[in-house]
């Protein structure tokens, strides 16, 4: 069973930035893609970011722009860039490893951006 531990969350006013980090402990590329999602209080979690074994990356609209996921592959961990944080980013963000269609996930971590 694959574990995924994030870190870097935290609090921070409107227009700061965070660097959230995922450290998996398999090798990534026995997934199909790794992600970042965020859920807040009264929501569904949503997808933020997600980055496939090629490189390639998708954005939720919401933070296209200002966030950026990035992964180092000798060190199985992938990584969230935020900038401009806004009070509407306040959320537990997840780490996901997607393996065809099953998705394991990290404990969380929690970003408040106050205004």
């Known amino acids: 069973q694959v574990r995924l531990v994030e870190s870097g969350g935290g609090l921070v006013r409107a227009g700061g930035s965070l660097l959230l980090s995922c450290q998996v402990s398999?090798?990534?590329?026995?997934?199909?893609?790794m992600g970042w999602y965020r859920q807040a209080p009264g929501k569904q979690r949503e997808l933020v970011a997600d980055i496939n074994v090629g490189g390639r990356t998708n954005y939720a609209d919401s933070v296209r722009g200002r966030f950026t996921i990035f992964r180092n592959n000798a060190e199985n961990t992938v990584y969230l860039q935020m900038i401009d944080l806004q009070p509407e980013d306040t959320a537990v963000y997840f780490c996901?490893?997607?393996?065809?269609?099953?998705?394991?996930w990290g404990q969380g971590t929690q970003v408040t951006v106050s205004s």
């Open positions: 996901s490893a997607r393996r065809l269609s099953s998705f394991a």
């Open positions: 398999e090798n990534m590329f026995d997934f199909n893609a």
